[in-house]
């Protein structure tokens, strides 16, 4: 994965990531500027070019990786909570542009006080993989299209308050489960057991086997909701589910060799969190 070259001091990513996030955001003072004469394209661009001088100047590699990677996200969730305010068919587009950055920003952020040691630039997970950037484009030009051809479809606002509802309720258990797992979550797979790597059963784990998926299933799922996309709705719902089956049965291999009987038992107890899906099959 990629990362930092150097070790940082304990805890100086997450701080270098939040004020560079909050520098970003600050692009929600944009409409003091073109109150004071700037026209608005142009004051974007003028604070954007400051914004990367500025990073340059105060950062070097690898910091400035993490640096201009957080200011990005904290921009688009400044320009998402412009929009969310504006008066326009667009405001809901901004609810997801703010739910969207925070999403991948905090996936760093929670790795980089929680388990630092897996920490790297992969954390933003803005790279995540072929098939979720195809997901992403769909979803924008879906709305797009439907937001010139049938506005009033994108103003159910009942709706799509739901599918904020279904962001905020994924993304707070999957950042629970982040929390309650400790050094034991991964971004990635783990196929070899590590000499601290322990079972963990308590908090949102007692409730079910898999909250980090489960939080990342319903987030997407109410992404789309709150866009009133239809077909990437249904697409996400198909494709997300075949994900995480694949990925939960592949997890379990793992967790199964690593903790034998007592990952059995716990299978045993506790499900999965996900609909009709119950994890590797275990021959009797």
């Not at 969207?100 to 905090?106: D, E, K, N, P």
């Not at 993304?171 to 309650?180: N, Q, S």
């Not at 990925?247 to 107890?269: A, M």
Request: charged share 15%; with cysteine; proline share 4%.
């Amino acid at each position: 994965m990629a990362g930092c070259a150097a070790r940082a001091p304990p805890g100086s990513e997450a701080r270098l990531s939040l004020a560079t996030f909050l520098l970003g955001a600050s692009v929600l003072a944009l409409p003091l500027l073109t109150r004071a004469g700037l026209q608005g394209r142009t004051g974007l661009a003028l604070y954007v070019a400051g914004l990367n001088a500025l990073l340059l100047l105060l950062y070097r590699p690898p910091r400035y990786q993490i640096a201009i990677r957080a200011c990005f996200l904290g921009f688009v969730f400044g320009c998402g909570m412009l929009l969310s305010f504006s008066q326009s068919s667009w405001n809901h587009f901004g609810w997801y542009m703010c739910s969207l950055s925070l999403f991948h920003y905090s996936e760093y952020l929670v790795t980089a006080v929680n388990n630092p040691k897996s920490l790297s630039l992969d954390s933003f997970l803005l790279n995540h993989s072929l098939e979720y950037t195809v997901a992403a484009l769909s979803s924008w030009i879906e709305f797009t299209l439907e937001n010139i051809f049938w506005p009033e479809l994108k103003q159910v606002t009942w709706l799509s308050v739901t599918g904020l509802l279904m962001v905020v309720f994924g993304e707070c258990l999957r950042k629970a489960a982040m929390f309650t797992a400790g050094s034991n979550f991964n971004h990635v797979v783990q196929n070899e057991k590590s000499d601290t790597h322990t079972l963990v059963t308590s908090g949102v784990y007692a409730w079910f086997r898999h909250p980090s998926y489960v939080g990342w299933f319903y987030w997407s799922i109410g992404t789309q909701v709150m866009l009133c996309n239809p077909i990437c709705g249904i697409g996400y719902a198909l494709t997300v589910w075949r994900f995480f089956r694949d990925r939960i049965e592949e997890e379990e291999i793992s967790l199964i060799h690593f903790f034998g009987e007592e990952y059995l038992e716990y299978k045993k107890r506790v499900p999965t969190g996900l609909p009709f899906i119950k994890g590797v099959k275990v021959a009797l």
